[in-house]
């Protein structure tokens, strides 16, 4: 394989040195999210969701060769300008720093960060959204980010002690998720939930130890459920002045995974929209 340009944008390269394969290299161990707004997508499922974000756009694509033919149909949507970069299989795990067994990459970068007042005024008049509190696992977040998307979440706030929906294993965990839902991801949790109580939405807690079953609660207008940590949950003073609820189950176990209770929370609390 020769370097050489197909297709305006589509460019074949076989030298690791080359300069414009910078942004891919190890990224396993050198993740790029938080350098200016920049991130890692992964796979075909994915790319297809950062070519048709309107928060976000591709700055540049790696794929592999063997991959190439099965990607015109994305390719037809990416424009113009963005350079697709094709490499060999072997080439493009020797760059990456482990086995891309999707053989797709790409850098994203961020148009416009969110703002939370901006979030709110854009949500539908029963409209829900989450308010995520020190979640730090990618795993987790990227599959709240994927339940959200699937039971139609207006939007996500994070506190600042939550992990980057942008981190790599986020984005591939959530399917493209946390490219679609908007969220915000700043401040500490009590302004936040100020905030949200301010704007006359209604604040759910999830708690395992309140008393109020979630499917027993009277959902009406702008909702808003506040997830906390596993293990320690949300704090003892929001807990204390808020209206909190329980997901009814087996008093023999002690609580759920924190991305699958917001899975039945959210088809609990939205499940009037899909009937």
Known sequence: MNNQTVNNS???????????????????????????????????VVLRVLLQSAQFEAESLLITENKLAGLQDILSICPTHVPVYVVSAENMDQIAGFHVHRGVLAVGIRKTPNDINT?????????????????SNHDNIGSIFRNAAAFEAAC???????????????????????????????????????????????????????????????VEGRTALLLGTEGEGLPNHLLSSLQTARIPMSRRFDSLNVATASGIALSCLSRSSFL
């Open 10 to 44: 589509v460019i074949f390269i076989n030298d690791l040195a080359d300069k414009r394969l910078g942004a891919y290299l190890n990224i396993k161990e050198r993740d790029l999210t938080g350098r200016q707004s920049r991130f890692i997508a992964e796979g075909k």
């Open 119 to 135: 979030l709110i005024n854009h949500m539908p008049k029963n409209g829900l959204m989450l308010i995520l509190c020190g979640i």
């Open 156 to 218: 996500v706030l994070l506190d600042e002690t939550c992990c980057d929906p942008l981190y790599r294993k986020a984005i591939r965990v959530s399917v493209g998720a946390t490219l679609q839902v908007p969220y915000a991801h700043s401040c500490q949790i009590d302004d936040i939930v100020k905030t949200v109580a301010e704007a006359g939405i209604n604040l759910i807690a999830l708690s395992p130890q309140s008393t109020q079953s979630l499917y027993d609660l009277p």
